[in-house]
């Protein structure tokens, strides 16, 4: 067995875990026998109770990616994983119990019913025997006309199956799918609907009193009807102390909270007495009113119940909060902020429910609602969006400027470089998630356990593995821990970090925040108006474009920065949901960059593909994240959806099963994402053997094509999963290697030895940067179509690694150094001699921002991954190239031009 892997948490112990944690480790091929179970244990040798599972393997079977749950009470600042330790037991283990057609889920102190089928989701929810949450449901609204105010319409999240995914001991996983329903005829179609599927997962650590939540749904509803009014989670709470001992909590922007009784025993004209006040404060039962000052006991009554509050973040900047005494009665503001955490807390001295959103200032509108807290049944609900929001609006942003033909079409993206097509702009089938955590408490929280438990509901600890360890198991293909140790390597770290650090503040200062925007990133940047190309087609939301995911990814693998985890997980969360359709005619297709992330008409593998996806599932074996690795099983079948070439195509063509075309680069890469992803998944089941089939006999045969991937193009034959290797044409884009086909082709070529295929990827490697007469000697003809010249560096050190060829490998440098590609497609940062920011404040706009206008998304990450790949790949021959390519070797950008 190999030796334990150590974990650490990516941003240092955290002080709660809101349940528990899950985590993925790699492990190298072979080292782990498929079957080997895993201890986990603390610095000082301690057992820790761990429930573990295999999330992918090698060809052999063995163990590639571990996955594994804890739940402890306290947490240590790293663990140890042990492949073929017993794993230890916790004292209080999870139990699932089927109870007719729901369950009931027991951890030691918490008790969950969940009653299958209905209206309901969660039953009850019980602390050490005591009703603290009943009634738990998916709440929503409808509006019409969202420019004219109007009636509201109802609905309810119905559930309509209940699956078990895991039932302990250490962690239990409850599955629920339904759809909501509105309660009457709806305010847009004056009809009953059933619309926005839903996928609601519940979690439960052994010993723990929390649940995790995630709720996924699909938007299925036409926009031009239907506008979403309000989207929630509600639970009722039972309340039986005395009002003076009721309390809400509602959290604020740094670490507070709002303190407050539902009858305030604090500032009144007569003192109740210290202790009294102290007791309400801290939450703790109030003395006996016989023991307070008469003045106050005796008229009590006059003292105000408040009975709701409400806290609407309705921006990334601000949220307001009210509260009123009874419904027909008039609101009394409280005191305002800036981001809420998102958390809050209903229930008396005896207990009560905390809830907890993450994101919740960046998942804008948000809402948190307390109701009937002077009666006998309070309810508490988190609005992951807000009802006081604007409905939401998905209708398309323009009219269609008369775009009616492909050549009008073609005509706009000349100008805006979107491209648009009549009926395509649809957002049915864009898909979000988002992230809660339940606790049943015994007492009204003291206030650092509920700070520190809202800390982690914002922003949940993550166990991680350190870089060099990731990188000793060789997954995820050519990349190598950071490594500064000579002048040339540390000056492309530092341009690295820059990167980075400039898309992290770039998303606070241009406040690329709310409910469908969180997450990604913006394609291209206006130095006239000192501002990313938010409202100009094609150049606005990046989604995907050029795979500055896994520029991110790849740069978090080799450096272990937390920011850049954060930055990464955020971009998948966002581009696997919402840049990709999970339902309808597109099912299994992403949406090319736009203003709006549905709008373009370019649906395509190459934003949906599990390359993307990858890394996040791996790393922490999250069920969701799985959910969308595992919609993609039979990527082939989407090309008989929609032609992506259709507007540009010279020759008559219709999808067809038995000869579809696939792009060698752009769609290749993606289907084998998918292929080696279900294989690894699945491994000798019948999914993992249908998708190794596909893999090696697709790579078959493009080694037997007569250009190998310089045919650009293949006609697949769904029914057999293979090409026609008939096809003998040279047709070259400088797009086919930017979507992971790199990435993917370097993996898969590592896991199987397919006789011609690496040959067939040595030849585009060599070729596509090489002379025109070395390509007119290879092939008969230069080739056509070469540009993004520094991106395909890394291909020209993919070869010269795998050869050993050292004039390859200087000619890879050259082209990173000084990309001399066509005009359209430089690489900016090539000519770009010092990087640096400028800050712009003043009229000019709107907030002041630091701008970097040099710079592109596709330029980052292109940049990125060049650099990554180059220097893992040949950085033993970085020193010298670059005194061969410029006459020196010392650090002065000012002559690399």
């Known amino acids: 067995m190999p030796e334990p892997a150590s974990v650490h948490w990516l941003e240092g112990t955290p002080a709660a875990l809101n349940g528990g944690v899950t985590w993925g480790v790699p492990w190298p091929r072979g080292a782990v026998p498929a079957g080997t179970t895993f201890g986990l244990r603390s610095a000082d040798g301690t057992d820790v109770p761990v429930q573990s599972w295999t999330t992918a393997t090698w060809p052999d079977g063995s163990v590639k990616w571990s996955a594994h749950a804890a739940a402890p009470a306290t947490p240590e600042a790293s663990y140890d994983v042990v492949p073929g330790a017993a794993p230890a037991t916790p004292s209080r283990v999870v139990r699932v119990l089927h109870d007719g057609d729901g369950v009931v889920v027991t951890t030691g102190p918490l008790r969950a019913v969940l009653p299958g089928p209905g209206e309901v989701l969660v039953a009850s929810l019980e602390r050490e025997g005591r009703t603290v949450a009943v009634s738990g449901r998916l709440v929503g609204e409808l509006a019409g006309d969202p420019d004219v105010p109007g009636p509201r319409t109802p609905m309810t999240g119905v559930v309509e199956t209940l699956d078990v995914e895991q039932d302990g ?158 419904p027909g009665h008039g609101w009394v503001t409280v005191p305002a902020g800036t981001r809420a955490t998102g958390y809050a807390y209903l229930g008396d001295t005896a207990g009560g429910l905390e809830i907890g959103l993450r994101d919740f200032w960046k998942l804008h509108p948000t809402q948190i609602d307390v109701r009937g807290a002077a009666s006998d049944a309070g309810s508490l609900t988190m609005w992951l969006y807000s009802p006081e929001a604007r409905p939401m609006d998905l209708r398309f942003y323009h009219d269609g400027l008369g775009q009616d033909t ?97 898309y992290r503040r770039q998303v606070e200062q241009r406040r690329w925040y709310g409910f469908w925007d969180y997450g990604d990133v913006m394609h ?145 890469s993606a289907l084998l994402a998918t292929w080696l992803t279900q294989w690894e998944r699945h491994g000798d089941a019948p999914a993992g053997r249908a998708a190794r089939a596909k893999l090696e006999g697709t790579m078959t045969d493009i080694g037997n094509l007569p250009q190998g991937f310089l045919t650009g193009e293949a006609l697949l034959d769904l029914a057999t999963g293979r090409f026609d290797t008939s096809r003998d044409r040279i047709a070259v884009s400088h797009l086919s290697a930017v979507f992971g086909l790199v990435e993917m082709v370097a993996e898969v070529t590592d896991l199987l030895d397919v006789p011609g295929f690496e040959d067939a990827w040595l030849q585009y490697c060599r070729l596509y940067l090489a002379s025109p007469d070395e390509q007119a000697a290879a092939v008969g003809r230069p080739l056509k179509g070469i540009s993004l ?109």
């Open 789 to 897: 010249v520094q991106a395909h560096s890394r291909l020209a050190a993919w070869a010269a690694a795998r050869t050993g060829d050292r004039e390859l490998a200087t000619r890879a440098w050259r082209a990173f150094f000084v990309d001399s590609g066509d005009q359209l497609n430089v690489n900016s940062l090539v000519r770009q001699e010092t990087w640096d920011v400028t800050r712009v404040d003043g009229p000019e706009v709107l907030e002041p921002v630091d701008e970097a206008p040099y710079l592109s998304t596709n330029d980052a990450a292109q940049f990125g991954l060049a650099a990554i790949q180059n220097l893992a790949l040949i950085g033993d021959a970085l020193e010298d190239a670059r005194a061969e390519i410029f006459g020196w070797s010392g650090h002065d950008r000012s002559r690399d031009s």
């Open 169 to 326: 001991p250490v962690r239990a996983v409850v599955l629920l799918t339904g759809r909501y329903r509105t309660a009457g005829a709806d305010a847009g179609t004056g009809e009953r609907r059933e619309l926005l599927p839903f996928r609601v997962r519940l979690s439960f650590h052994a010993g723990s009193e929390q649940v995790r939540v995630a709720h996924s749904f699909v938007w299925d509803a036409d926009p031009a009807s239907t506008f979403l009014a309000g989207l929630g989670l509600r639970f009722d709470v039972p309340l039986r102390a005395a009002t003076h001992d009721r309390h809400v909590r509602l959290a604020g922007s740094a670490g507070g909270f709002l303190t407050e009784a539902v009858r305030g025993l604090t500032g009144l004209r007569r003192d109740p007495g210290e202790a009294v006040r102290a007791a309400q404060v801290a939450g703790r039962p109030t003395p006996p009113t016989a023991g307070w000052d008469p003045a106050v006991a005796d008229r009590l009554h006059l003292v105000p119940e408040w009975n709701d509050w409400t806290l609407a973040q309705l921006s990334a900047d601000g949220y307001t909060l009210r509260k009123r005494t009874r």
């Open 524 to 668: 291209a940047y206006d130095g006239d108006r000192h501002s990313w190309r938010y409202d100009v087609g094609g150049y606005a939301w990046d989604n995907s474009e050029l795979s500055p995911d896994l520029w991110l990814w790849l740069s978090y693998l080799r450096s272990g920065r937390p920011e850049t985890f954060r930055l990464a997980e955020a971009l998948t969360r966002h581009t696997g949901e919402v840049d990709v359709y999970h339902a309808g005619p597109w099912a299994g297709l992403g949406t090319r960059h736009n203003v709006q992330h549905w709008g373009c008409s370019a649906k395509q593998l190459r934003i949906s593909t599990a390359a993307y996806r990858r890394y996040l599932y791996h790393l922490t074996a999250d069920e969701r994240v799985g959910d969308l690795l595992e919609e993609l099983a039979h990527a082939e079948q989407t090309l008989l959806v929609l032609d992506p070439t259709r507007k540009v195509r010279s020759d008559v063509y219709a999808p067809d099963p038995s000869a579809t075309a696939v792009g060698l680069g752009t769609d290749y």
């Open 406 to 502: 492909y050549a009008e079409q073609l005509e706009g993206l000349e100008i805006t470089y979107e491209d648009y097509e009549p009926g395509f702009g649809d957002a049915r089938g864009i898909a979000r998630t988002h992230e809660l955590v339940l606790r049943a408490a015994e007492a009204t929280p003291p206030h650092a356990e509920l700070a520190a438990r809202a800390a982690a509901s914002a922003l949940p600890p993550v166990l991680t593995v350190a870089p060099g360890r990731i990188h000793a198991a060789r997954v995820f293909g050519p990349w190598a821990p950071v490594d500064r140790s000579t002048p040339a390597r540390a000056e492309i770290e530092d341009r690295l970090d820059f990167l980075v650090d400039h």
